[in-house]
């Protein structure tokens, strides 16, 4: 049996310069897509700037922290690099103003997701941020879309609008699931990114068809957070179709390959009664305390689910050098900036099936 192959990653910093060195460093590592210039000529010799990046084969993706500086995509380069490409920007943290093909303002906050069409004009004054990236093939996501043409550029999706917060939520996904993705699922992941991205940027019948396997591994990942956090509260089905706006069969779907919402729930409140019993700073609770904290209403229900799932008693789980330490045994739940710039290159004309 072969060992999956892993996704090619290559990472850039400034650390490994020193002085004036590390911002002209930065501008040759993302002179591929952008010319830089800092904001404040003095900081120069401070500058920080961090890239990992990520090749999915038909997109890549970056995670990136630099400091304020701006950004340019002036009409000689535009014409000169020939880049076909969306830039898919997600402000984790900072922001920038700009412009776009010279007189459109746009502004962009923390948690908002901007869409830029690199073969078009862009100037923007970013401040010190954290940004989540990815770049698209223009083919690529018009095939998603089913549209010929569109003017995307400077889009902007507000973080606490519906759509931005589905895309960025997938987008935090991704970015936590890429060291365990295998270079084989590359495409299928691929594919299911650019489904999300036109189904919130132009949603429709098509683009919501397209993307409905990545929107329900969104919900899931949703409702499974705020299963985590709040325990205690009502978990039940209907309480979890009212929260997210659900039918019951939907709920019970997306839970199946979980074995079932009912299970699911019972489970990770098993889990942290586990871990509350076992923490030395719970030992004034009684267990019925821990029980009822964690969302049992019955004390005897708990002791018998807890003795089922795990083969003690939960006062067992205190007892000196006994089963707590060994912990519960639960399923488990299912470069270098040239190469970066080689992979922006290589993106071009990459053609693939998106639908």
Known sequence: ?????????????????????????????????????PLVPQSIAAFQATVHA??????????????????????PRVVRDGLDHYLVQWYRTGGFVGQRDGDTDIEVRPGDIAILDLGRTLRTFARTSHVMTLIVPR??????LGVRD???????????SALGGLLSDHLLSLQRRLPGVALDDAPAVARASVQMLAACVLPSARTLQGARGAIEGVTLQRIQQHIHRHLGADLSADALCRTFG??????YRLFEPL???AHHVQQRRLLAAYQALANPANHRLRVAEVASRVGFASNAHFSRAFRTAFGIAPSDVRTPGGAGAAGPH????QGSSAEYAAWVRGLQGAGATVG
Do not use: C, K, N, Y
């Open 150 to 160: 569109s003017d995307l550029h400077g889009t902007v999706l507000r973080g606490g």
């Open 54 to 75: 990520t090749h999915l084969g038909h997109l890549l993706v970056g995670d990136l922290h630099f400091a304020e500086q701006q950004f340019l995509r002036a009409e």
């Open 259 to 261: 074995g079932g919402v």
């Open 139 to 144: 083919e690529l996501l018009h095939e998603a």
């Open 246 to 251: 659900l039918s019951r069969s939907a709920l």
């Open 1 to 37: 049996m072969t060992t999956p192959q892993p996704l090619p990653s290559t990472l850039f910093t400034t650390d490994q310069q020193a002085g004036e060195a590390r911002f002209e460093a930065w501008r040759q590592s993302i002179s591929v897509v952008f010319d830089v210039a």
């Open 330 to 333: 639960l399923p488990t739940a």
